[in-house]
T-cell receptor
Framework: DSGVTQTPKHLITATGQRVTLRCSPR?????VYWYQQSLDQGLQFLIQ???????AKGNILERFSAQQFPDLHSELNLSSLELGDSALYFC??????????????FGPGTRLTVL | DQQVKQNSPSLSVQEGRISILNCDYT??????FLWYKKYPAEGPTFLIS?????DKNEDGRFTVFLNKSAKHLSLHIVPSQPGDSAVYFC?????????????FGKGITLSVRP
């Protein structure tokens, strides 16, 4: 158990709809990262928040947005959904691994299926 | 532009043998390299890392080798066990302020045959 929680575990919706994915980082971690993993693709970085502020942006579509709240949980909003948005969405928070290596701890993911 | 490449999508090895998973990168500014392991229906978990100033790091059955001149790293698993069957992601870290930005490869699916 990484300490990062994500809900829901699975989400099935239709094209054109909007969904919200939720993430809580590990206790004490201020950063939240969102990633998308599509079929046969690696982990594509979407966006990072640090203590409520957007810190870095990756390959995030304009139809997608995110925010981090004062209690440090984060939500990823996906709107006008298309079939190609079907993917696993992971959230991660920053921490130190053995030897002081700056690493990321991942949640279990949300599997989004757009029909 | 894919800065971290795992060119082999899959690898199958016999239990007890060595598994060698390869990774190439293009950005010489990366300061750390990490390997993550992912089982189905779970998030990636950190496995082992290596600093860009080292050429080898060992942790139990797992050893990562870094060849900076070739911009290549490899993960060796010896001996391989069926429980090692998973997707392995190579990631490269670029430290930006207090946080690291990770760039991931596409992953390699390792199957260890009993």
């Amino acid at each position: 158990d990484s300490g990062v929680t994500q809900t829901p575990k699975h989400l099935i919706t239709a094209t054109g709809q909007r969904v919200t994915l939720r993430c809580s980082p590990r206790s004490g971690d201020l950063s939240v990262y969102w990633y998308q993993q599509s079929l046969d693709q690696g982990l594509q970085f979407l966006i990072q928040y640090y203590n409520g502020e957007e810190r870095a942006k990756g390959n995030i579509l304009e139809r997608f947005s995110a925010q981090q709240f004062p209690d440090l949980h984060s939500e990823l909003n996906l709107s006008s959904l298309e079939l190609g948005d079907s993917a696993l969405y992971f959230c991660a928070s920053n921490g130190l691994a053995g030897g002081g290596v700056n690493t990321q701890y991942f949640g279990p993911g949300t599997r989004l299926t757009v029909l | 532009d894919q800065q971290v490449k795992q060119n082999s999508p899959s690898l199958s090895v016999q239990e007890g043998r060595i598994s060698i998973l390869n990774c190439d990168y293009t950005n010489s500014m990366f300061d750390y390299f990490l390997w993550y392991k992912k089982y189905p229906a779970e998030g990636p978990t950190f496995l082992i890392s290596i600093s860009s100033i080292k050429d080898k790091n060992e942790d139990g059955r797992f050893t990562v080798f870094l060849n900076k001149s070739a911009k290549h790293l490899s993960l060796h698993i010896v001996p391989s066990q069926p429980g090692d069957s998973a997707v392995y992601f190579c990631a490269a870290s670029l430290l930006t302020g207090a946080n690291s930005k990770l760039t991931f490869g596409k992953g390699i699916t390792l199957s260890v045959r009993p």
